[in-house]
């Protein structure tokens, strides 16, 4: 169980354009998940926190205008990032914890921008 | 600020031997502790989790807890070449929504 997934794997675009990524959570209902953020050789940094039904919870640092999160479901968060350029390029990975312990992690999205 | 120190490695054991990882954090309000795998281009696998002092054993994996010290380690018994990866550390704060701060990742190599 707790199978998180993310679609699509790896996405390129050109700079100026907005690129969707879709988590879901396939076997278990989550209310909250995470998105991440990983740049080569670096840790995993928390983005935002994605709540079902209500507003997302952005870190410090985040700009809510540019990466838009929608919680539509209880299986579903999608992470919109808009006017992407170079620098948004990064290992994009969603999680979600289903009984409230421990968080399971997505297969993380390829964003590369040109 | 929140904190979790790891040391990046790499880390080399050969075939067979004992790897300890170590992470030490800086936040005495954090009470949860998970070890990640994390295979290069890949997201990262839960390992392990761990609440309180002491030691935790799932297989050939054992964490270790102490809060005390305010560390936290893990140690793989027969290494394996599969388990050369990226190991992090993260800790969750207690009322922290689930929030998890992870540290930079050690790399370990299992040499044959």
């Known amino acids: 169980g707790a199978v998180v997934s993310q679609h699509p794997s790896r996405v390129i675009c050109k700079s100026g354009t907005s690129v969707k990524i879709e988590c879901r959570s396939l076997d278990f209902q989550a209310t909250t998940m995470f998105w991440y953020r990983q740049f080569p050789k670096k840790s995993l940094m928390l983005m935002a926190t994605s709540n079902e039904g209500s507003k997302a919870t952005y870190e410090q640092g985040v700009e809510k205008d540019k990466f838009l999160i929608n919680h539509a479901s209880l299986t579903l968060s999608t992470l919109t990032v808009t006017s992407a350029h170079p620098e948004d390029s990064s290992f994009y990975i969603c999680?979600?914890?289903?009984?409230?312990?421990?968080?399971?992690f997505g297969p993380g999205t390829r964003l590369t921008v040109l | 600020q929140k904190e979790v120190e790891q040391n990046s490695g790499p880390l080399s054991v050969p075939e067979g031997a004992i790897a300890s990882l170590n992470c030490t954090y800086s936040d005495r309000g954090s009470q949860s502790f998970f070890w990640y795998r994390q295979y290069s281009g890949k997201s990262p696998e839960l390992i392990m989790s761990?609440?309180?002092?002491g030691d935790k054993e799932d297989g050939r994996f054992t964490a270790q807890l102490n809060k005390a010290s305010q560390y936290v380690s893990l140690l793989i018994r027969d290494s394996q070449p599969s388990d050369s990866a990226t190991y992090l550390c993260?800790?969750?704060?207690?009322?922290?929504?689930?929030?998890?701060?992870f540290g930079t990742g050690t790399q370990l190599k299992v040499e044959l």
């Open positions: 761990i609440y309180s002092n």
């Open positions: 999680s979600a914890d289903p009984s409230g312990n421990e968080q399971f």
């Open positions: 993260a800790s969750e704060l207690t009322g922290g929504g689930n929030k998890l701060t």
